[in-house]
């Protein structure tokens, strides 16, 4: 008899990613993938997708995984989202426009406005300023919208006719009172009197979303009594995915962006929306920090000297930490966190012969290293610790980098094996549910797969690079503080 699988699927903003899992030998067995891309715009500041590509991708990618396996022997699936996009449906289950993505920023004007009213920085990717926004530019569609649904929903509602929502992702609308894990009536009615009511019923995370429609088992080969898992977003499934289901045990992510998180027993609520109020996948909270500036800035400098990785890294390796005094801060793109923009990158502490690239290179590296510590010394200000670091993403495959990153934060570091995060996160949601075990107990008996390596800080470089970290901190205030 076949061992049991499980599906994974991440729906991404550039594609979706399927994985096989087999608990039993607790190891990915079958992968799939299919790539898209957001609808293209003149429009300033408008990011939209169709979620029927959600649906196209999601399929062929689960086909393409399921092609080498027996799929009789799936169980259970669960997917994973991108946050914060917003599915408006009619009372007939069909989509009425175009979702708006998180990265869809034509909102901001609704933003600001929600944020003057409710005394909190809502930034214009969660999904409430995308609700309000077509209210005010499309009121015919508005009046159509009958539910309210997040790409994972979506996804959910398409493979077993059920609208439901979880704390995990419902925590990236802004309209979620995330202490106590329920929607948030009075900013909810502050958009609409009857928003409320098309918001749909939220589930907890160790539940059943249902059975998959006999259309869907047909279309994908699989048995009609698979489950569907709750899913969740790609931050809380990423977390899951780490094996960051425990207080002290952090994600950081090196990519285009920066992203910091881990879980917490207790919500973390940030008024000036520099720290994402989430509730993570597991019914605890997942607060989270999202620099705009990361492997873009290195890569400014790497190719400015036309130089390639190694040769590079080499040449920042002999620099000393610190820089010698220069720091980058790296706001080439404007910024998020902090909230600035309109702030630019900026190099200070120039000297005769400093325009060197290994020095650049290093001092690239540290500002967004530095940029991501100023999100965990926030954190820390709320009571929540870090005692390890699991470090995913393009930059974390760069040696130096990762020595950067122990010697600032004082913390050891650990890189997860597994590329797609996400998805494994959800497939090992899925095996739990299936089992009927919550789901920090089933991946402490089934943890995802870490490479040998510990990075251990040196404690020798403590004070060189707080020196560093508080010039980079004071300079960007005196430069870029409203």
Known sequence: MSSPLFLGLDVGTQGCKAIVYNAKENKVVSRGAYNYEILKSDVPGRAEQHPSLWIQGGVAALNEALSSVDRKSVKA?????????????????????????????????????????????????????????????????????????????????????????????????????????????????????????????????????????????????????????????????????????????????????????????????????????????????????????????????????????????????????????????????????????????????????SMRPGLLYRAAMEGATFSLLAGLKKMESYGVKATEIRVVGGGSKNRLWRRIIADSFQLPLRFPTEPESAALGAALQAAAVHAGVATPEFIDSHSPPLADLVVEPDASKKDVYEAAFQRHYQIGKQIFEP
């Open 77 to 353: 699936l669960s997917i994973s989202g991108q946050q914060h996009g917003f599915v408006p449906v009619d009372e007939s289950g069909e989509v009425i426009r175009n979702a708006k993505l998180w990265c869809d920023v034509e909102s901001v004007e609704e933003a600001k406005q929600l944020s003057k009213e409710w005394d909190w920085t809502l930034v214009p990717g969660f999904t409430a300023s995308k609700i309000l926004w077509l209210k005010n530019n499309e009121p015919e569609n508005f009046s159509k919208l009958a539910k309210v649904l997040l790409p994972h929903d979506y996804f959910d509602y398409f493979l077993t006719g059920r609208y439901c929502m979880e704390a995990g992702d419902a925590s990236g609308t802004g309209l979620f009172d995330t202490a106590n894990r329920t929607y948030d009536a009075k900013r909810l009615g502050s958009i609409d009197s009857g928003l409320e009511d098309k918001f749909p019923q939220l589930i907890g995370p160790n539940e059943v979303v249902g059975t998959i429609r006999s259309e869907v088992a047909q279309e994908l080969g699989l048995s009609p009594d698979v489950q569907v898992a709750p899913g969740s977003g790609d931050n809380q499934m990423s977390a899951l995915g780490a094996g960051a289901v425990h207080e002290g045990t952090w994600v950081m992510s090196l990519g285009t962006s920066g992203t910091l998180f881990g879980l917490s027993t207790k919500p973390v609520l940030d008024p000036s929306g520099a720290v994402s109020p989430f509730c993570d996948a597991t019914g605890s909270w997942l607060p989270l920090l999202c620099t705009m500036n990361c492997t873009t800035v290195t890569e400014e400098v790497r190719k400015s000297f036309g130089l390639d990785h190694e040769t590079i890294t080499q040449l920042a390796e002999k620099e000393p930490a610190g820089s010698s005094g220069v720091n980058f801060l790296p706001y080439i793109t404007g910024e998020r966190t902090p909230n600035w923009p309109h702030s630019s990158g900026v190099l200070t502490g120039l000297r005769p012969g």
